[in-house]
């Protein structure tokens, strides 16, 4: 019999590519959605009829025992968060609710309907901010930054604590920046992909940006759905680095994506005060070399090779809606 995982966050970046990954590897996926006044499905449309979509939100935590009751998963990826950095300043207490505190009902839930469950979280780089170390491994002492970074921080510790307490096979990937051409449209390199596709033919003239020196590992979003199956495949639950160990600049994105769109990224390029945030992460490098060693952790496209395909997917999408 195919084996059962329930995605929270199905509907997001990450959420899409580990749905098809799943579905590759023969397994029947479950999805949990919440409800808004219109569907937001686009990036799972293309493998809806394939899913199981069922209603709940990390905000209700009954939602989520009744999803665990009756679709029975065997393996739970917690995908779900208010998940932009920006946006945990004007709504904190939300972000909280969310990305902190559903960590705990899901985690809840699972203890009280299967234990057996094996439950992924989507921890982050962000934890570890003003960084206390370069590069940054499973060791480094996190030091967030913003809102999001404190609320990940409190997911990262509680999927700690109930392995530790309940002996869950509970894992928290640590994930560092990972991109796609399904990448929200408001997160740094979509947006000067998309701005930079947007001038190329001619439907604005710039593109408005805050802190340009900021400096991310930025990988392959594809890429690194993998690596969250893997962990839920060892026989110990863990935690894990997930980086390309390479880091680069907002500048050097925005030299990149112009050039692919054919442009010079200093004629085009603003600086807007209201994108600099009140607390900045400066350098974000990981180490992955525990994920190398335990689980085979590789990406298949480099910092170039993905902005430049992220540039000619949103001049291929612009150019069909014209
Ligand atoms: P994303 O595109 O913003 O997707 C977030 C998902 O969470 C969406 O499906 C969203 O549903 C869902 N969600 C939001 N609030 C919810 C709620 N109250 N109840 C249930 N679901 C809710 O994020 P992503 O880039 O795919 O990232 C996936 C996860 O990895 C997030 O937890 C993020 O914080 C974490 N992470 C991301 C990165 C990265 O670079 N992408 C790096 C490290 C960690 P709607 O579609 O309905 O809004
Ligand atoms: N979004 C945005 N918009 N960021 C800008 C802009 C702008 O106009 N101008 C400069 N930046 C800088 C930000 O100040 C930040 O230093 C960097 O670009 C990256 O910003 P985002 O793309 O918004 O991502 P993030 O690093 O804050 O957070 C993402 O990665 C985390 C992992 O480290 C999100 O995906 C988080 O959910 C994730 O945990």
Same mark, same amino acid.
């Given at each position: 019999?195919?084996?059962?995982?329930?995605?929270?966050?199905?509907?997001?970046?990450?959420?899409?590519?580990?749905?098809?990954?799943?579905?590759?590897?023969?397994?029947?996926?479950?999805?949990?959605?919440?409800?808004?006044?219109?569907?937001?499905?686009?990036?799972?449309?293309?493998?809806?009829?394939?899913?199981?979509?069922?209603?709940?939100?990390?905000?209700?935590?009954?939602?989520?025992?009744?999803?665990?009751?009756?679709?029975?998963?065997? $393996?739970? %990826?917690? &995908?779900? =968060?208010? !998940?932009?950095?920006?946006?945990?300043?004007?709504? *904190?207490?939300?972000?909280? @609710?969310?990305?902190?505190?559903?960590?705990?009902?899901?985690?809840?839930?699972?203890?009280?309907?299967?234990?057996?469950?094996?439950?992924?979280?989507?921890?982050?780089?962000?934890?570890?901010?003003?960084?206390?170390?370069?590069?940054?491994?499973?060791?480094?002492?996190?030091?967030?930054?913003?809102?999001?970074?404190?609320?990940?921080?409190?997911?990262?510790?509680?999927?700690?604590?109930?392995? $530790?307490? %309940?002996? &869950?096979? =509970?894992? !928290?990937?640590?994930?560092?920046?990972?991109?796609? *051409?399904?990448?929200?449209? @408001?997160?740094?390199?979509?947006?000067?992909?998309?701005?930079?596709?947007?001038?190329?033919?001619?439907?604005?003239?710039?593109?408005?940006?805050?802190?340009?020196?900021?400096?991310?590992?930025?990988?392959?979003?594809?890429?690194?759905?993998?690596?969250?199956?893997?962990?839920?495949?060892?026989?110990?639950?863990?935690?894990?680095?997930?980086?390309?160990?390479?880091?680069?600049?907002?500048?050097?994105?925005?030299?990149?994506?112009?050039?692919?769109?054919?442009?010079?990224?200093?004629?085009?390029?603003?600086?807007?005060?209201?994108?600099?945030?009140?607390?900045?992460?400066?350098?974000?490098?990981?180490?992955?070399?525990?994920?190398?060693?335990?689980?085979?952790?590789?990406?298949?496209?480099?910092?170039?090779?993905?902005?430049?395909?992220?540039?000619?997917?949103?001049?291929?999408?612009?150019?069909?809606?014209?």
């Amino acid at each position: 019999m195919a084996r059962r995982a329930l995605i929270i966050g199905i509907t997001g970046q990450d959420g899409s590519y580990l749905a098809e990954l799943l579905l590759e590897l023969g397994y029947d996926v479950v999805g949990m959605v919440r409800r808004s006044s219109t569907v937001n499905f686009e990036r799972i449309a293309h493998i809806q009829d394939r899913l199981t979509l069922v209603p709940g939100d990390l905000l209700d935590e009954a939602s989520i025992v009744e999803v665990l009751r009756s679709h029975r998963p065997e $393996e739970v %990826y917690n &995908l779900g =968060a208010q !998940s932009f950095v920006q946006t945990s300043w004007g709504q *904190p207490v939300l972000t909280g @609710e969310v990305t902190a505190l559903g960590v705990t009902r899901v985690l809840d839930a699972i203890r009280m309907t299967d234990p057996e469950i094996r439950f992924y979280q989507a921890s982050s780089s962000e934890m570890f901010g003003k960084v206390q170390q370069v590069p940054q491994t499973e060791a480094t002492p996190f030091y967030p930054r913003s809102p999001y970074g404190v609320a990940k921080v409190y997911g990262h510790w509680i999927t700690v604590n109930y392995r $530790e307490s %309940y002996g &869950l096979h =509970a894992s !928290s990937g640590i994930l560092f920046n990972h991109e796609s *051409p399904r990448r929200g449209l @408001e997160f740094v390199t979509r947006k000067v992909t998309h701005g930079a596709a947007r001038v190329a033919l001619g439907l604005v003239d710039h593109v408005s940006l805050g802190n340009l020196d900021a400096q991310r590992d930025w990988g392959y979003a594809a890429d690194f759905v993998w690596v969250m199956w893997r962990m839920l495949q060892q026989d110990q639950p863990g935690d894990y680095v997930v980086a390309t160990g390479e880091t680069h600049s907002v500048a050097e994105l925005c030299e990149l994506a112009f050039s692919a769109a054919g442009l010079d990224w200093r004629d085009h390029v603003r600086i807007d005060p209201r994108f600099i945030r009140p607390a900045e992460v400066d350098l974000l490098v990981g180490d992955p070399a525990k994920a190398e060693r335990e689980l085979g952790w590789e990406r298949t496209l480099d910092f170039a090779g993905l902005v430049e395909t992220m540039v000619k997917a949103d001049l291929a999408a612009l150019e069909a809606q014209r």
